[in-house]
C-alpha cells in the first residue's frame, strides 16, 4: 500500500488538505521530504493544469499522482445533477478532463467523484436529481471504463450534502449504474456521522471500495482524536483493499506537524 497526502491548488482553512495554495511543485517537495509516496491532486480544470512539468517532477521525486479529486470544480458551481442542461453538460466534460489526465498519469490513479455530484435542493424535485446524475455518472462511468480508471464515489454526510449520505445508499446507486470502474470511496470522516456501525458498513460492501481517505474523527491526522483504528484497518485490509491509504487531514496544529504524524501513523500500522 502507498501512502498519499493531498496537494491543493486551494483551500479554505476548514479544508481537509494538509498542503494547499501556492506553488505546487513546492508541495511536491515537502510530500517526498516528509516520506510520502504519493499525492492526491485537487485541481478544479484538468485543462488548465499545467501537468507536464508537474508529472514530469513527481517521476524525478519517485511520487505517484494517487488519486486526483474533483472537489474544486464544484465550489465553481458546477454540479452533475444539474437542472441547467448547459451547467450539467459542463460538469460531465469538467470530469472527463479530470478522467483524461488520470489515464495519462497511468494504471492505479483514481478520479474522486464527492461534492461534484450536487445538491438534491437545487433541483425541482427528487426524481429530477436522481435522473440527472444517473445519467452524468453513467456517461462518466462508461468513459472511465473505457479510458481504464476508477472513480470512487464519495457518500458525504448529510451536513454537506442531502442525498447519498450513507454507504447503503451509495452502494446501491454503484450496482444500478453496473458499471466496473465506479467504485466507493471509503472516507472515515463522513462515515462517523452516517454508519450506525462503521465496521459492519466497511465489511458489507467491502469488495465496492475504490478508495481509502483515513482521519481522525476530528479530521486530524489519525491519532489525532479518539477513533480505534486497530478494528477499522483489520477491516480494510479483510477486504483486499491494496490501493494507496490517502490523508485527508486538516493542517494542524502545523501543516508539518500534520504531516509527520500522518505519515509516522501509516509506518506504524500498514
Not at 465506479?182 to 471500495?209: C, N, P
Amino acid at each position: 500500500m502507498l501512502c498519499s497526502t493531498i496537494i491543493a491548488e486551494s483551500g479554505a482553512p476548514a479544508s481537509p488538505f494538509m498542503l494547499s495554495g501556492g506553488n505546487l511543485s513546492d508541495h511536491l517537495d515537502t510530500a517526498a521530504s516528509f516520506g510520502y509516496h504519493g499525492v492526491e491532486l485537487q485541481i478544479a480544470d484538468a485543462e488548465r493544469f499545467n501537468k507536464e512539468p508537474f508529472l514530469l517532477k513527481c517521476s524525478r521525486l519517485g511520487l505517484v499522482v494517487t488519486s486526483i479529486g474533483t472537489g474544486l470544480a464544484a465550489k465553481e458551481g458546477l454540479s452533475l445533477s444539474a437542472a441547467d442542461d448547459a451547467v450539467r453538460a459542463a460538469s460531465v466534460s469538467r470530469m472527463m478532463s479530470q478522467i483524461d489526465l488520470a489515464a495519462k498519469i497511468g494504471a492505479g490513479t483514481i478520479v474522486q467523484l464527492g461534492l461534484l455530484k450536487g445538491l438534491m435542493r437545487n433541483c425541482p424535485d427528487e426524481k429530477t436529481y436522481f435522473n440527472n446524475l444517473g445519467r452524468s455518472v453513467t456517461a462518466l462511468a462508461r468513459y472511465a471504463e473505457k479510458k481504464e480508471v476508477v472513480i470512487a464515489f464519495e457518500p458525504i454526510n448529510h451536513y454537506e450534502s442531502d442525498a447519498f449520505n450513507t454507504w447503503d445508499d451509495a452502494a446501491a446507486f454503484i450496482r444500478a449504474v453496473g458499471c466496473g470502474s465506479l467504485r466507493l470511496s471509503l472516507d472515515l470522516y463522513h462515515m462517523r456521522f452516517e454508519e450506525k456501525d462503521i465496521l459492519a458498513s466497511i465489511r458489507r460492501h467491502g469488495a465496492l471500495i475504490g478508495s481509502v481517505q483515513l482521519m481522525d474523527d476530528n479530521r486530524m491526522y489519525p491519532g489525532g482524536g479518539c477513533f480505534r483504528f486497530e478494528p477499522i484497518i483489520s477491516a480494510i485490509l479483510e477486504t483486499g483493499y491494496d490501493g494507496a491509504v490517502i490523508m485527508e487531514c486538516l493542517p494542524l496544529p502545523t501543516p508539518e506537524t500534520a504531516l509527520k504524524k500522518a505519515i509516522e501513523f501509516y509506518h506504524n500500522h500498514f
